[in-house]
């Protein structure tokens, strides 16, 4: 059987940041139905170093299995930090429908979670982003592509001037990226981007570092100032910033709401002006799913290498 | 980044049932003794036409994940039971290291597992396989490349007689098949093959079959006259034969043993000549890992198709 492979550079001809984002939001409303549904997550640890996550997913008529790394120390030895393979299945006979790759879907699927948040739940005003990486670049881009202003901020300077340039955003310094009304971390998790009492009312935080064990981008007393919002209830109270609430006895589940139930209309969203609003992003595997149908759609006006298998 | 890619003729090119054999028994024990792991494997449910499983393994310096498929109504449509994908990290850097045909993989390590436990476990003399299938037919060659004769069984006469010519067996009737030494049944677990009093002292079985819901290939009755033995506790109570033995009150995780354990030396195998073996298996990712570093090892041998992610 011969299977399309789409390559980095395909992905990004075939999905652009408007398409990806609205996809990924019908793909939270099909999940908040039941209509798309994914088992949890599996991570295999391959610490210090890193980690691989099988994540499956079901809807559309497909299957998808995205096998991801994150391997934080890449980067100085030349190497991304995730990298790994979409498989896209036809869910009516198994068969092998596409190959795609998973760095370039996730970062489209990242940066359409982080915006979508930040529209549904923030203000309107000003929006920046912390973290110049490959998935903060990518939440850049969706920005851009809506029409939005965006403050960049890297701790490596001249990182966040050459992305701000390229993707035509406005480099800034941490306390400027931090006083903007919507604010996205895309950080490593390692070091906590907002202390106790570091956050101004009315502001949103979509927060999107913090996906596996140790890692944090909010400070557990910080999440008491705030609404608290995720991807997913069971990935974000086990994986996320949540899971440190959690563990505090902090969080409890009534206290957040699941950013599909906002979407869909079953959950209130923002409820004032004054209100701090904060997302915890993990990363879902039907996002990965709407990005990559997005991209099948695409297909034959692409020229995809094959492979046999 | 360039990766190779092994279709069904590379597998088989680079990886012979007696290598296979060895490899598979390599690593279980690895398994056994924890220097290889293994998360539980993910079911992505598509009944009533099929299911997906996402089954990842860590070992070797490599990490594993194997997306396969059982969809049991395919072949009537020319379609195969089996598909999917095999990919190959290093563990060290998360870098995708070659992609593999699944269903190749699968037919190798099924036959090694069921000629290994059937080596380990029974007695020598007459061995027969039941259900001429992909891994049916995977377990004759692993059979005859280890020298034995070889008895074999199918509901489709015809198939049994074009698979026994093909592959150097003796096609027979299913009394006769039943009534061998070591018996490995290969079905799609939907009619049970060992009915309550049909074992018979000194035999060995495989069964193969039983690896999703509702699916068995012996009666509960009739494993109470066996001892037991399984690739995998977790895996097999929850979804293998030994399941309904679990549910019905009449298998206790005592009463079974893990081959790996056997082929360890850390538990008994056999105690008697009349004693009657049966091991459940439902196929672990480590035997994949298995497999899939020993194409590795042959890459340069084959010309290769690369894909570039």
Same mark, same amino acid.
């Given at each position: 059987?011969? %299977? *399309?492979?789409?390559?980095?550079?395909?992905?990004?001809?075939? !999905?652009? *940041?408007?398409?990806?984002?609205?996809?990924?939001? $019908?793909?939270? !409303?099909?999940?908040?139905?039941?209509?798309?549904?994914?088992?949890?997550?599996?991570?295999?640890?391959?610490?210090?170093?890193?980690?691989?996550?099988?994540?499956?997913?079901? @809807?559309?008529? &497909?299957?998808?299995?995205?096998?991801?790394?994150?391997?934080?120390?890449? *980067?100085?030895?030349?190497?991304?930090? !995730?990298?790994?393979?979409?498989?896209?299945?036809?869910?009516?006979?198994?068969?092998?429908? $596409?190959?795609?790759?998973?760095?370039?879907?996730? +970062?489209?699927?990242?940066?359409?979670? +982080?915006?979508?948040?930040?529209?549904?739940?923030?203000?309107?005003?000003?929006?920046?982003?912390?973290?110049?990486?490959?998935?903060?670049?990518?939440?850049?881009?969706?920005?851009?592509?809506?029409?939005? &202003?965006?403050?960049?901020?890297?701790?490596?300077?001249?990182?966040?001037? $050459? +992305? +701000?340039?390229?993707?035509?955003?406005?480099?800034?310094?941490?306390?400027?990226?931090?006083?903007?009304?919507?604010?996205?971390?895309?950080?490593?998790?390692?070091?906590?981007?907002?202390?106790?009492?570091?956050?101004?009312? @009315?502001? &949103?935080?979509? =927060?999107?570092?913090?996906?596996?064990? #140790?890692?944090?981008?909010?400070?557990?007393?910080?999440?008491?100032?705030?609404?608290?919002?995720?991807?997913?209830?069971?990935?974000?109270?086990?994986?996320?910033? =949540?899971? &440190?609430?959690?563990?505090?006895?902090? %969080? $409890?589940?009534?206290?957040?709401?699941?950013?599909?139930?906002?979407?869909?209309?079953?959950?209130? #969203?923002?409820?004032?002006?004054?209100?701090?609003?904060?997302?915890?992003?993990?990363? =879902?595997?039907?996002?990965?799913?709407?990005?990559?149908?997005?991209?099948?759609?695409?297909?034959?006006?692409?020229? =995809?290498?094959?492979?046999?298998?």
């Amino acid at each position: 059987m011969a %299977v *399309p492979v789409f390559s980095r550079a395909h992905v990004e001809a075939a !999905v652009t *940041p408007e398409r990806a984002l609205d996809a990924v939001r $019908a793909a939270f !409303v099909a999940y908040a139905s039941g209509e798309w549904t994914m088992p949890p997550k599996v991570y295999v640890p391959a610490y210090p170093a890193g980690d691989f996550r099988a994540m499956p997913a079901l @809807g559309g008529g &497909h299957a998808l299995l995205k096998w991801v790394t994150s391997f934080p120390g890449n *980067p100085s030895h030349g190497l991304p930090t !995730v990298t790994g393979v979409v498989l896209l299945s036809d869910a009516s006979n198994g068969m092998l429908t $596409a190959a795609l790759d998973a760095g370039a879907v996730t +970062a489209l699927r990242t940066g359409a979670a +982080a915006v979508l948040a930040a529209e549904t739940l923030g203000r309107d005003g000003s929006a920046a982003v912390i973290g110049a990486g490959v998935n903060g670049r990518a939440v850049v881009r969706t920005f851009v592509a809506r029409g939005r &202003h965006v403050l960049l901020y890297d701790v490596d300077a001249e990182r966040a001037r $050459a +992305a +701000a340039e390229e993707l035509d955003a406005e480099a800034v310094s941490r306390e400027e990226a931090l006083a903007a009304d919507a604010v996205v971390t895309v950080t490593p998790g390692r070091d906590l981007v907002f202390t106790e009492g570091s956050l101004q009312a @009315g502001q &949103h935080v979509s =927060l999107m570092g913090a996906d596996g064990p #140790g890692k944090a981008e909010i400070a557990v007393e910080e999440m008491a100032r705030a609404r608290l919002f995720c991807d997913d209830w069971e990935q974000a109270s086990h994986n996320g910033d =949540l899971v &440190h609430g959690v563990e505090a006895g902090r %969080v $409890a589940p009534d206290d957040v709401t699941q950013l599909g139930d906002v979407l869909a209309g079953t959950a209130e #969203g923002r409820r004032s002006n004054d209100e701090i609003t904060a997302f915890d992003s993990t990363g =879902l595997a039907i996002q990965d799913l709407a990005i990559a149908l997005a991209a099948l759609e695409r297909a034959d006006e692409l020229d =995809l290498p094959l492979i046999d298998l």
